[in-house]
């Protein structure tokens, strides 16, 4: 008896030591999935009749599927009707993984098994991944697990594979982080990817997910130079075909110079294309049918200062707005008078913009091949300079930006030839003489008109006193 005793206490010192070794063999068999997506749990037997169970907490393990006889029990857990094996492998997938998918998953195989213990994290993203310049991105993470919980750690990587450190604004470890990281930009449209890694046990996962951030690929405001008489295409470039963008939106295209005109109204559909939805009736300007380059386009032809002003795209979605600018900035050169200058004459030449100029740009008239007495600059935000010329050859007008010249343009002044000069100075001895003429007859029509003037007036004080003589000439024969 006390042989047998001791041999049965033998065996269960044996049985509770291969169970502890198995708990703990199973205990490192850990895996993580993520809600929404699919997860493979492995089974270690290759036989034919393999039973999967879920077991979650104390609960007695349920039965999931079973192989032998292809049977899905339904209702006995919450995956049966989104799990199926692998004929092969044995392998279990779970598909469209929810959060309350956690816990212990045993692959049985008659008397022997194999268990998994999966956590499940759930990652929500603020604004479901659609932003706007300077918009803020929210990850929360929820997770779910049996014992033992996890303490994962958190690496944040941006589509550029840059590690990127968000604030915490919740971390309710083991089971809810949320981050945030402040002030997208467009170039932050792409896969980043979260690193979740725990010690014990020992888990690492990568969740990858989708940021877009609708823009233009130049956001900042451009000032654009041009030559009147100059033909200019300004043009804006979108990238929410580049980002795979799919939400609607609509957008305008608008010119600011005394007041705001609206040029043209479009919108992007889901699948990609721009459309227009408005153009205006405006002469000036050109509008090209849209493209499938994500491109919003306006054509001016032969420019002059009148089409001078600031251009702006604009966005909306989700009832806020981001715009891009580009201010046109008309530049001409003038003479006067104009045409070829006669020898001894003067011509004033005159180069001016459309539009104020900030303090680092000049305008600044240049003779080629001349001296520094030849050089005449603008003033601190002039918008125009002149210079006086009294002889034949080209000029050039820059406008500079601090040390860069961002436009020139020339103007050539021509000689009048010769026979020009004598004609000009023959107009001016004919206007002279002919002037001369029309003073001196002036004066001698007034001289005559003032000789009239005075006869006339002697005549009528001779008739005046005749009638007073004759009157009283009557009055005394009447006494009589």
């Known amino acids: 008896m006390e042989l047998c005793g001791t041999a049965a206490s033998s065996v269960r010192a044996v049985f509770m030591v291969l169970q502890l070794g198995l708990t703990h063999i199973m205990a490192h068999q850990q895996q993580i999935g993520v809600e929404g997506k699919e997860v493979i749990l492995n089974c270690k037997r290759h036989d034919k009749d393999v039973i999967w169970k879920y077991k979650y907490d104390a609960v007695s393990p349920a039965t999931i599927i079973q192989l032998s006889t292809g049977k899905v029990f339904k209702g006995r857990t919450p995956m049966s009707d989104r799990s199926e094996i692998n004929q092969n492998s044995k392998h279990l997938k779970v598909l469209n993984l929810r959060i309350s998918d956690a816990g212990t998953y045993i692959c049985e195989c008659g008397s022997d098994s194999n268990s998994i213990s999966l956590h499940v994290v759930k990652l929500t993203i603020s604004s479901n991944g659609h932003f706007l310049p300077d918009d803020d991105l929210e990850l929360t993470l929820m997770h779910n697990s049996r014992n033992p919980q996890p303490r994962f750690s958190i690496t944040l990587f941006n589509s550029h594979n840059s590690i990127v450190t968000p604030d915490i604004l919740q971390n309710e470890a083991p089971h809810k982080y949320v981050l945030k990281l402040k002030q997208l930009k467009t170039t932050d449209s792409g896969t980043w990817m979260c690193n979740m890694h725990s010690d014990s046990p020992s888990i690492t996962q990568n969740i990858s997910f989708d940021v877009k951030v609708l823009g233009f690929e130049n956001t900042h405001l451009e000032r654009m130079y041009a030559a009147a008489d100059s033909t200019v295409t300004l043009s804006w470039h979108l990238n929410f075909q580049k980002i795979g963008w799919k939400k609607f939106f609509t957008g305008q295209l608008n010119w600011t110079q005394s007041k705001a005109v609206t040029l043209l109204d479009f919108n992007a559909t889901a699948n990609g294309q721009l459309r227009e939805t408005k153009k205006s009736s405006q002469t000036l300007f050109e509008i090209p049918e849209m493209q499938r380059d994500s491109t919003v386009k306006v054509k001016l032809p032969k420019i002059q200062l009148r089409h001078s002003g600031e251009y702006t795209c604009q966005l909306l979605y989700n009832r806020r707005y981001i715009q891009s600018k ?143 003589k004759k009157t009283c000439q009557c009055q005394h024969r009447m006494n009589k």
Not at 395 to 411: P, R, V
Not at 438 to 443: E, H, M, Q, Y
Request: charged fraction near 20%.
């Open 326 to 468: 580009t201010e046109l900035v008309v530049m001409q050169v003038s003479a006067n008078p104009p045409g070829p200058l006669p020898k001894g004459a003067e011509m004033t030449l005159l180069c001016r913009v459309s539009s104020s100029i900030p303090s680092n740009i000049h305008l600044l008239w240049e003779r080629v091949n001349g001296t520094q007495t030849d050089i005449k600059k603008s003033k601190q935000s002039e918008t125009e300079v002149e210079v006086k010329v009294t002889a034949a050859g080209m000029w050039n007008c820059h406008l500079m930006e601090d040390n860069n010249m961002k436009l020139s343009l020339n103007y050539t002044v021509e000689e009048a030839p010769v026979w020009i000069s004598y004609t000009v100075i023959g107009v001016i001895i004919g206007a002279g003489v002919l002037m001369f003429v029309l003073v001196c007859l002036g004066i001698m029509f007034g001289m005559s008109w003032q000789r009239r003037r005075q006869r006339a007036k002697r005549m009528a004080r001779a008739r005046q006193h005749l009638l007073e």
